[in-house]
C-alpha cells in the first residue's frame, strides 16, 4: 500500500468526530468557486453510515452559513456503496430475487453428491422456497469472501497449502456453483455487484470524479481498500483520535486490531451501572434521564441499545415517565399486520384446515372485509369455535363438512368456506412468478378497498410500507421470470409457482426490512451501537453493556469458522473487538457524560456476562469492575434524584417473577365484587375457592359463564370433549336403555350409539387421534355395561339424566342474603329402599373418589378445595325439565328432604318413601377399565355441613360487596384447566401446581 495516496489528519478526542470534520472540509481551500461560495460539489465524503452523512451535511451548511458563504454539498456516501461511485459496471446488478433465483438454479444444477457436500439434505425438486433458503446462505458467503477480494477458488486453495481441516472438496463444489450463477446472469444481461468490482480493479478503470474523504471509518472491506490504493488523487483521512495514538492506525485510517485489542478502556467521564433484568436497566436509562432534570433538551441526549432485545422495554418505561422515544431503526417489517396477514394466508392455502382458517380470520384486517360479506366477525370466530370443538374436521376442501345438518354453527362454516373461496381464489391457482403482481394486487384491494391511506395514521403507514416493499419485490420477480436487462433473454428459471410458495417467498425476501418511524419534534433518539460512535449528542445513555452484544460478535457463517476466517485474513472476533474497543474509548473520551448499564440476566432469564470491554484496564480495576458486577445486593451504587413516582400512579404489581420477562401481570390488581343477585355455577366452586381473583376474572372476561380457551391446533378431542361425547351416549342409559338390564345389550346399545354419535359429530373419516380415542371410549362403555347391569340387578333404576336448575338458580342462604345456584346433574337414581343416588360421570384418567376430589391434606389441616358433589343436595329438589317444569318423577324427594335431582321422563316402579336418604357418587370411566365403576361419598352429615359453611365464607365478602384482589401466591396453586389461569401465564410463564388430571366440567348455568 503506498501510504502518500493518504493523508491522514487527526482530529482529537476533545469534541464529536463530525464537528471536527465539518471544519476541515469548511476550511478546504482549492482550486474552484466563487466569492462568496464554497463549492465541494466534486467532493466525495465517505462515513460509515447514512445518519451520519446526513448530520455532517446538516454541520456544513449550519456552517458555511455562520461563515456567509453559499454552500454547494459534497457527495455523501457510505463506505459500502463508496466501489460504485468509482467505476462503471460493463451491465447493470441484477435485481435482489432474480439473483437468489440464479443461485437456487445453479445448486439444483450441482450433482446431488457434490450438492451433499453443501448441506446432508437437500430441498426436494419442488420445494422453491426451501432452494432459495439454501441459495440466500451461499450468496451471504460469496459476497462476505468477494468483500475482500475473494473467491470461492482462493478459499479452496487455502486448504491445499494449509494445514487446516480437509474442507477443500466443499469449497471446489461452491467454486462450481458460483461459476455457473455468473453463467446464468450474464444471459439475463447481468453482471454480478462483486464480479463487476474484481473486473474494474483487473483494467485499472478505478477513479474518482474529485477530492475523497474518508471520515472517522475504523474498519473497510478489503476491495474498498484496493480500489483507494489504485486511485491518482490524494485521500483525505480524518481521524477521530489524538495525534498521540496515530500508532494506532494504518495510513488509510483503520485501526490496527493488535493496538487495540488490550489497550484500556478509560471511564473517565463514565459512570457505570450493574442491573438485573431488562426491566432494571431501563429503569436505570429512566432514572438517569430524570437526573437530567430538564437541564438538557432531547437533541442533546442519546439513548445507545447494544442488545437490541431492550428496546421494548425502554420504550415502555420512557413512554410511562412521559419521554417519546423515537427507534430511528423502525419497526420490522415482519411484525406489521399485512405481513402477518400474508403469512396467515399462506398457511391457510398449505393446509386447508380449519385451525388455519382461525387463525386467518383472527387477523384484524378480515374484519372489514367479513363485514362485507354479512358476517360479524366475533361471530364468525364464535361459530367456527363451536364448529371446530365439536366436529375436529381435518382439512375443508370441496366435498361436505362433518357434523350434524341441523348444527347452525356447521351451516355458517359452509357458507364462509364458499366466501373464503372467493376471496382467495386465484391465489389457489399455479402461475410464473412474474404474473402475480395483479392478482395479489386484487386481494388487498378486497380487504382494504378504495380508501385513502394516510401517513399519520400509524396502521395506514405500516400499510404503506408493506405495499412498497412488495411492489419492488414484484417488481424484481416480474424482472426474474421475464426479460433481463437490456432486452436480453431470461435465465428462465422461475417455473410456475403456487399463491402460498410465491407469498413465502415474497415474505422471505423482506427479511431486514423496516417501517421508518414518524418524525418527532420533541423525541430522544434509540440508537444501535454502530451509529453511537458518529452521533453528536453531548450525553449517552447506553444500555446493554453486555457480551455478546458489545463487542458485536462476529456472527459465523456455517462455512466460515473463526480458524478459517484467521488464515484468509478476513475480520473475525478479535478484530470486530479491538475495533469496538476503539469505537468506546473515542465515546468516552470526547462526550460530556455518558452512563453505561449492563444487565445480569437477559430476557428469557438466563445469565449474562459484562462486557469484555469493560474489563480491559489496570489489574485494580479490572478487579473492582468484576466485584461490582458479582455484587448480589443488586446495583451498583447509584446518581441520587432518581424520579420518584407520578403522583396519583398505580402502585407497581406484586413481585410474581414474572416481570424480568416483560409481563406486566395482571392489568388490574383489584377487581369490583359481581352485582347482586349473584348467580354462581356449583361446579364454579373449585375455581372460587383456589383463586377469587381469576374467578372474578373469568366472569369479567367472558360473562356469567366465560367460554373455554380454544386451541386453533387442536388434533384430539380435548377433556371437555372427550367428557361431552361421553355424557352424550350415557343419556342412552335413561332413555333407550333404561329399562335394559342385561349387560350384552347394554354394551351394544352403548357402542351404537357411540358410533352414531362419532358419525353424527365427526363424519366418516375422522383424524386418527379422533379414532384412537372412539376405541378407547368404546372400551370403557363396555366396562360400565358390566357395571352398569350389576347395579341394576340391585333394584336401582333411572329416573332422570342430564337436568338442570331453572334459569334463575336455586336460592342457597347466607346468613341474611341468599346466592343462586345454578347447575346440570348428569344422572339420578332411585332404589326403593335405599334412596336416591345423584351420579356424576367423569372420564378423567385416573378414576378418583369424590373426597379425593373435594378435600385435600391431612388430618386437622384437611380442607374443603371443592364443593360440586355436597352442593348438588341444595339443588336436587329444584332440578326441572327441558321446558322448565319440575320433575314429577322427584316429588317425593321434594316433599321429604327438599333435595332433587332430574331429568326428563318419569319412573315406573316403588319409588323411596319421603325421608329417603340421598346419596352422592362419582361414576367413573377411567382409563384402567378394571376401575371403571361407582364411587359413593361418604361424608358424614358434620362434614357436609362443613362444606355448605366453606362455601358461605368464600362467598360473603362478595355479598359484602368487597374488592378482590390479586394474590401471587395462589397464582401459584392455580391449576392449568383454570379458563383464566392461562391469562396470567399459568402454566406458561411459570410452572403449574397442577396434579396431572384434567377434569371435565360437568354443569352450567341454567
Same mark, same amino acid.
Given at each position: 500500500?503506498?501510504?502518500?495516496?493518504?493523508?491522514?489528519?487527526?482530529?482529537?478526542?476533545?469534541?464529536?468526530?463530525?464537528?471536527?470534520a465539518?471544519?476541515?472540509?469548511?476550511? +478546504? !481551500?482549492?482550486?474552484?468557486?466563487?466569492?462568496?461560495?464554497?463549492?465541494?460539489?466534486?467532493?466525495?465524503? %465517505?462515513?460509515?453510515?447514512?445518519?451520519?452523512?446526513?448530520?455532517?451535511?446538516?454541520?456544513?451548511?449550519?456552517?458555511?452559513?455562520?461563515?456567509?458563504?453559499?454552500?454547494?454539498?459534497?457527495?455523501?456516501?457510505?463506505?459500502g456503496?463508496?466501489?460504485?461511485r468509482l467505476?462503471l459496471?460493463e451491465?447493470?446488478?441484477?435485481?435482489?430475487?432474480?439473483?437468489?433465483?440464479?443461485?437456487?438454479?445453479?445448486?439444483?444444477?450441482?450433482?446431488?453428491?457434490?450438492l451433499r457436500?453443501?448441506?446432508?439434505?437437500?430441498?426436494?425438486?419442488?420445494d422453491?422456497?426451501?432452494?432459495?433458503?439454501?441459495?440466500?446462505?451461499?450468496e451471504e458467503?460469496?459476497?462476505?469472501? &468477494?468483500?475482500?477480494?475473494?473467491?470461492?477458488?482462493?478459499?479452496a486453495?487455502?486448504?491445499?497449502?494449509?494445514?487446516?481441516?480437509?474442507?477443500?472438496?466443499?469449497?471446489?463444489?461452491?467454486?462450481?456453483?458460483?461459476?455457473?450463477?455468473?453463467?446464468?446472469?450474464?444471459r439475463?444481461? +447481468?453482471?454480478?455487484?462483486?464480479e463487476?468490482?474484481?473486473?474494474?480493479?483487473?483494467?485499472?478503470?478505478?477513479?474518482?470524479?474529485?477530492?475523497?474523504?474518508?471520515?472517522?471509518?475504523?474498519?473497510?472491506?478489503?476491495v474498498?481498500?484496493?480500489?483507494?490504493?489504485?486511485?491518482?488523487?490524494?485521500?483525505? %483521512?480524518?481521524?477521530?483520535?489524538?495525534?498521540?495514538?496515530g500508532?494506532?492506525?494504518?495510513?488509510?485510517?483503520?485501526?490496527?486490531?493488535q493496538?487495540?485489542?488490550g489497550?484500556?478502556?478509560p471511564?473517565?467521564?463514565?459512570?457505570?451501572?450493574v442491573?438485573?433484568?431488562?426491566?432494571?436497566?431501563?429503569?436505570?436509562?429512566?432514572?438517569?434521564?430524570?437526573?437530567?432534570?430538564?437541564?438538557?433538551?432531547?437533541?442533546?441526549?442519546?439513548?445507545?441499545?447494544?442488545?437490541?432485545?431492550?428496546?421494548?422495554?425502554?420504550?415502555?418505561?420512557?413512554?410511562?415517565?412521559?419521554?417519546?422515544l $423515537?427507534?430511528?431503526?423502525?419497526?420490522?417489517?415482519?411484525?406489521?399486520?399485512?405481513?402477518?396477514?400474508?403469512?396467515? %394466508?399462506?398457511?391457510?392455502l398449505d393446509?386447508?384446515?380449519?385451525?388455519?382458517?382461525a387463525?386467518?380470520?383472527?387477523?384484524?384486517?378480515?374484519?372489514?372485509?367479513?363485514?362485507?360479506?354479512g358476517?360479524?366477525?366475533?361471530?364468525?370466530?364464535?361459530?367456527?369455535d363451536?364448529?371446530?370443538?365439536?366436529?375436529?374436521?381435518?382439512?375443508?376442501?370441496?366435498?361436505?363438512?362433518?357434523?350434524?345438518?341441523?348444527?347452525?354453527?356447521?351451516?355458517?362454516?359452509?357458507?364462509?368456506?364458499g366466501?373464503?373461496?372467493?376471496l382467495?381464489?386465484?391465489?389457489?391457482?399455479?402461475?410464473?412468478?412474474?404474473?402475480? &403482481?395483479?392478482p395479489?394486487?386484487?386481494?388487498?384491494?378486497a380487504?382494504?378497498?378504495?380508501?385513502?391511506?394516510?401517513?399519520n395514521?400509524p396502521? /395506514?403507514?405500516?400499510?404503506? &410500507?408493506?405495499?412498497?416493499?412488495?411492489r419492488?419485490l414484484?417488481?424484481?420477480?416480474?424482472?426474474?421470470?421475464?426479460?433481463g436487462?437490456?432486452?436480453?433473454?431470461?435465465?428462465?428459471?422461475?417455473?410456475?409457482?403456487?399463491?402460498?410458495?410465491? =407469498?413465502?417467498?415474497?415474505?422471505?425476501?423482506?427479511?431486514?426490512?423496516?417501517?421508518?418511524?414518524?418524525?418527532?419534534?420533541?423525541?430522544?433518539?434509540?440508537?444501535?451501537?454502530?451509529?453511537?460512535?458518529l452521533?453528536?449528542?453531548?450525553?449517552?445513555?447506553?444500555?446493554g453493556?453486555? !457480551?455478546?452484544?458489545?463487542?458485536?460478535?462476529?456472527?459465523?457463517?456455517?462455512?466460515?469458522?473463526?480458524?478459517?476466517?484467521?488464515?484468509?485474513? =478476513?475480520?473475525?472476533n478479535?478484530? @470486530?473487538?479491538?475495533?469496538d474497543?476503539?469505537?468506546?474509548?473515542?465515546?468516552?473520551?470526547s462526550?460530556?457524560?455518558?452512563? *453505561?448499564v449492563?444487565?445480569?440476566?437477559?430476557?428469557?432469564?438466563?445469565?449474562l456476562?459484562?462486557?469484555?470491554?469493560?474489563?480491559?484496564?489496570?489489574?485494580?480495576?479490572?478487579? $473492582?469492575?468484576?466485584?461490582?458486577? *458479582?455484587?448480589d445486593?443488586?446495583?451498583?451504587p447509584?446518581a441520587?434524584?432518581?424520579?420518584?413516582?407520578?403522583?396519583?400512579?398505580?402502585?407497581?404489581?406484586?413481585d410474581?417473577?414474572?416481570?424480568?420477562?416483560?409481563?406486566?401481570?395482571?392489568p388490574?390488581?383489584?377487581?369490583?365484587?359481581?352485582?347482586?343477585?349473584?348467580?354462581?355455577?356449583?361446579?364454579?366452586?373449585?375455581?372460587?375457592?383456589?383463586d377469587?381473583?381469576?374467578?372474578?376474572?373469568?366472569?369479567?372476561?367472558?360473562?356469567?359463564?366465560? /367460554? $373455554?380457551?380454544?386451541?386453533?391446533?387442536?388434533?384430539?378431542?380435548?377433556?371437555?370433549?372427550f367428557?361431552?361425547?361421553?355424557?352424550?351416549?350415557?343419556?342412552?342409559?335413561?332413555?333407550?336403555?333404561?329399562?335394559?338390564?342385561?349387560?350384552?345389550?347394554?354394551?351394544?346399545? *352403548?357402542?351404537?350409539?357411540?358410533?352414531?354419535?362419532?358419525?353424527?359429530r365427526?363424519?366418516? @373419516?375422522?383424524?386418527?387421534?379422533v379414532?384412537?380415542?372412539?376405541?378407547?371410549?368404546?372400551?370403557?362403555?363396555?366396562?360400565?355395561?358390566?357395571?352398569?347391569?350389576?347395579?341394576r340387578?340391585?333394584?336401582?333404576?333411572?329416573?332422570?339424566?342430564?337436568?338442570g336448575?331453572p334459569?334463575?338458580?336455586?336460592?342457597?342462604?347466607?346468613?341474611?342474603?341468599?346466592?343462586?345456584?345454578?347447575?346440570?346433574?348428569?344422572?339420578?337414581?332411585?332404589?326403593?329402599?335405599?334412596? +336416591?343416588?345423584?351420579?356424576?360421570?367423569?372420564?378423567?384418567?385416573?378414576g378418583?373418589s369424590?373426597?379425593?376430589?373435594?378435600?385435600?391434606?391431612?388430618?386437622?389441616?384437611?380442607?374443603?378445595?371443592?364443593?360440586?358433589l355436597?352442593?348438588?343436595?341444595?339443588v336436587?329438589p329444584? *332440578?326441572?325439565?327441558?321446558?322448565?317444569?319440575?320433575?314429577?318423577?322427584?316429588?317425593?324427594?321434594?316433599e321429604?328432604?327438599?333435595?332433587?335431582?332430574?331429568?326428563?321422563?318419569?319412573?315406573?316402579?316403588?319409588?323411596?318413601? &319421603?325421608?329417603?336418604?340421598?346419596?352422592?357418587?362419582?361414576?367413573?370411566?377411567?382409563?384402567?377399565?378394571?376401575? %371403571?365403576?361407582?364411587?359413593r361419598?361418604?361424608?358424614?352429615a358434620?362434614e357436609?355441613a362443613?362444606?355448605?359453611?366453606?362455601?358461605?365464607?368464600?362467598?360473603?365478602?362478595?355479598?359484602?360487596?368487597? +374488592?378482590?384482589?390479586?394474590?401471587?401466591?395462589?397464582?401459584?396453586?392455580?391449576?392449568v384447566?383454570?379458563?383464566?389461569?392461562?391469562?396470567?401465564?399459568?402454566?406458561?410463564?411459570?410452572?403449574?401446581?397442577?396434579?396431572?388430571?384434567?377434569?371435565?366440567?360437568?354443569?352450567?348455568?341454567?
Amino acid at each position: 500500500m503506498p501510504p502518500a495516496s493518504f493523508h491522514p489528519l487527526f482530529l482529537g478526542w476533545d469534541r464529536p468526530a463530525l464537528h471536527g470534520a465539518a471544519e476541515r472540509l469548511l476550511a +478546504w !481551500d482549492g482550486p474552484g468557486g466563487r466569492a462568496g461560495e464554497l463549492d465541494l460539489s466534486q467532493h466525495l465524503v %465517505v462515513v460509515p453510515g447514512s445518519r451520519a452523512g446526513r448530520r455532517l451535511q446538516e454541520l456544513l451548511l449550519e456552517g458555511s452559513e455562520a461563515r456567509g458563504l453559499a454552500l454547494r454539498p459534497p457527495q455523501v456516501v457510505t463506505a459500502g456503496v463508496l466501489p460504485e461511485r468509482l467505476y462503471l459496471p460493463e451491465r447493470p446488478p441484477p435485481p435482489g430475487l432474480a439473483a437468489r433465483m440464479a443461485w437456487a438454479r445453479a445448486l439444483q444444477e450441482l450433482p446431488d453428491h457434490r450438492l451433499r457436500l453443501l448441506t446432508s439434505r437437500p430441498p426436494a425438486a419442488g420445494d422453491l422456497p426451501g432452494w432459495l433458503a439454501l441459495a440466500r446462505l451461499v450468496e451471504e458467503l460469496h459476497r462476505e469472501l &468477494a468483500a475482500e477480494g475473494l473467491t470461492f477458488q482462493d478459499v479452496a486453495q487455502v486448504f491445499a497449502r494449509a494445514s487446516l481441516f480437509d474442507d477443500g472438496p466443499r469449497w471446489d463444489a461452491l467454486q462450481e456453483v458460483q461459476g455457473q450463477v455468473l453463467r446464468l446472469l450474464a444471459r439475463g444481461g +447481468w453482471m454480478d455487484r462483486e464480479e463487476a468490482r474484481r473486473h474494474a480493479l483487473a483494467d485499472g478503470s478505478v477513479s474518482a470524479p474529485g477530492p475523497l474523504w474518508l471520515v472517522a471509518i475504523p474498519e473497510l472491506p478489503g476491495v474498498v481498500r484496493e480500489m483507494l490504493t489504485t486511485l491518482q488523487l490524494p485521500v483525505q %483521512v480524518l481521524i477521530h483520535a489524538p495525534e498521540s495514538e496515530g500508532h494506532r492506525f494504518h495510513p488509510d485510517g483503520t485501526i490496527l486490531p493488535q493496538e487495540w485489542w488490550g489497550r484500556e478502556v478509560p471511564l473517565v467521564r463514565a459512570r457505570a451501572f450493574v442491573e438485573g433484568g431488562p426491566a432494571d436497566q431501563a429503569e436505570r436509562v429512566a432514572r438517569e434521564m430524570a437526573d437530567l432534570g430538564g437541564r438538557r433538551s432531547p437533541e442533546e441526549v442519546v439513548v445507545g441499545v447494544a442488545d437490541p432485545d431492550l428496546t421494548p422495554f425502554l420504550l415502555r418505561v420512557l413512554e410511562e415517565r412521559g419521554v417519546p422515544l $423515537r427507534d430511528p431503526a423502525g419497526r420490522p417489517l415482519d411484525r406489521t399486520r399485512p405481513f402477518l396477514l400474508l403469512e396467515a %394466508v399462506a398457511r391457510f392455502l398449505d393446509d386447508d384446515d380449519v385451525s388455519a382458517l382461525a387463525s386467518l380470520l383472527r387477523h384484524p384486517d378480515l374484519e372489514g372485509w367479513l363485514q362485507g360479506e354479512g358476517l360479524a366477525a366475533g361471530e364468525t370466530l364464535r361459530n367456527l369455535d363451536a364448529y371446530r370443538q365439536a366436529a375436529l374436521p381435518g382439512k375443508l376442501g370441496g366435498g361436505s363438512l362433518p357434523g350434524p345438518p341441523e348444527d347452525r354453527a356447521l351451516r355458517r362454516v359452509e357458507f364462509l368456506r364458499g366466501r373464503m373461496g372467493s376471496l382467495l381464489g386465484e391465489l389457489r391457482e399455479s402461475r410464473p412468478l412474474s404474473e402475480w &403482481a395483479e392478482p395479489l394486487g386484487r386481494f388487498f384491494q378486497a380487504i382494504h378497498g378504495d380508501r385513502a391511506l394516510r401517513e399519520n395514521v400509524p396502521g /395506514d403507514r405500516d400499510l404503506m &410500507a408493506f405495499l412498497s416493499v412488495l411492489r419492488g419485490l414484484l417488481g424484481e420477480a416480474e424482472a426474474a421470470g421475464g426479460a433481463g436487462a437490456a432486452g436480453a433473454a431470461s435465465p428462465g428459471f422461475t417455473p410456475g409457482v403456487s399463491g402460498a410458495t410465491l =407469498i413465502r417467498i415474497l415474505l422471505s425476501e423482506m427479511e431486514g426490512e423496516v417501517v421508518p418511524p414518524p418524525e418527532e419534534e420533541a423525541a430522544v433518539e434509540a440508537l444501535g451501537w454502530l451509529e453511537l460512535h458518529l452521533d453528536d449528542a453531548p450525553v449517552l445513555l447506553l444500555a446493554g453493556v453486555n !457480551d455478546p452484544h458489545l463487542p458485536a460478535a462476529v456472527v459465523g457463517h456455517p462455512f466460515l469458522p473463526d480458524a478459517l476466517r484467521v488464515a484468509l485474513g =478476513i475480520p473475525d472476533n478479535r478484530a @470486530r473487538r479491538a475495533r469496538d474497543a476503539y469505537r468506546l474509548t473515542a465515546i468516552l473520551e470526547s462526550r460530556e457524560g455518558t452512563v *453505561l448499564v449492563s444487565g445480569r440476566r437477559g430476557v428469557s432469564g438466563d445469565p449474562l456476562r459484562p462486557s469484555p470491554l469493560l474489563l480491559q484496564g489496570t489489574p485494580p480495576e479490572v478487579a $473492582r469492575r468484576i466485584l461490582q458486577y *458479582l455484587d448480589d445486593k443488586g446495583e451498583a451504587p447509584a446518581a441520587p434524584g432518581g424520579a420518584p413516582p407520578a403522583p396519583g400512579s398505580s402502585p407497581p404489581p406484586p413481585d410474581n417473577g414474572l416481570q424480568e420477562a416483560g409481563v406486566s401481570l395482571p392489568p388490574e390488581l383489584s377487581l369490583a365484587p359481581p352485582g347482586l343477585p349473584l348467580r354462581i355455577r356449583v361446579t364454579a366452586f373449585a375455581s372460587l375457592l383456589a383463586d377469587p381473583y381469576l374467578w372474578l376474572l373469568g366472569r369479567r372476561v367472558g360473562g356469567a359463564s366465560p /367460554d $373455554r380457551w380454544v386451541d386453533d391446533e387442536g388434533r384430539e378431542m380435548e377433556a371437555m370433549g372427550f367428557g361431552g361425547l361421553a355424557h352424550r351416549v350415557l343419556e342412552t342409559l335413561g332413555r333407550e336403555l333404561r329399562g335394559e338390564k342385561d349387560a350384552g345389550r347394554l354394551a351394544r346399545g *352403548l357402542e351404537e350409539a357411540l358410533r352414531e354419535e362419532g358419525r353424527r359429530r365427526f363424519g366418516t @373419516r375422522p383424524l386418527p387421534a379422533v379414532q384412537i380415542q372412539l376405541s378407547q371410549l368404546a372400551l370403557r362403555l363396555g366396562a360400565l355395561a358390566r357395571v352398569e347391569a350389576a347395579h341394576r340387578a340391585q333394584g336401582w333404576e333411572v329416573v332422570a339424566v342430564e337436568t338442570g336448575t331453572p334459569p334463575e338458580g336455586v336460592p342457597f342462604p347466607v346468613d341474611t342474603d341468599s346466592v343462586f345456584l345454578t347447575g346440570r346433574v348428569d344422572r339420578v337414581d332411585r332404589h326403593p329402599e335405599e334412596g +336416591w343416588l345423584l351420579l356424576d360421570y367423569k372420564t378423567s384418567e385416573v378414576g378418583r373418589s369424590p373426597d379425593q376430589t373435594h378435600r385435600k391434606g391431612r388430618g386437622p389441616l384437611r380442607e374443603w378445595v371443592d364443593l360440586q358433589l355436597p352442593l348438588y343436595r341444595h339443588v336436587a329438589p329444584r *332440578l326441572v325439565g327441558a321446558g322448565g317444569e319440575p320433575l314429577e318423577a322427584l316429588g317425593a324427594l321434594r316433599e321429604g328432604s327438599g333435595r332433587a335431582s332430574g331429568a326428563p321422563g318419569a319412573s315406573g316402579g316403588e319409588a323411596p318413601g &319421603a325421608g329417603a336418604p340421598l346419596h352422592l357418587a362419582y361414576y367413573n370411566l377411567p382409563r384402567k377399565l378394571e376401575t %371403571v365403576g361407582i364411587l359413593r361419598a361418604d361424608w358424614t352429615a358434620e362434614e357436609l355441613a362443613e362444606a355448605d359453611e366453606q362455601a358461605r365464607e368464600v362467598l360473603r365478602p362478595l355479598l359484602r360487596g368487597e +374488592w378482590v384482589t390479586f394474590d401471587p401466591a395462589r397464582l401459584a396453586r392455580a391449576r392449568v384447566s383454570d379458563d383464566m389461569g392461562p391469562l396470567l401465564g399459568v402454566g406458561i410463564l411459570a410452572p403449574p401446581s397442577e396434579d396431572g388430571e384434567e377434569g371435565e366440567e360437568e354443569m352450567s348455568d341454567g
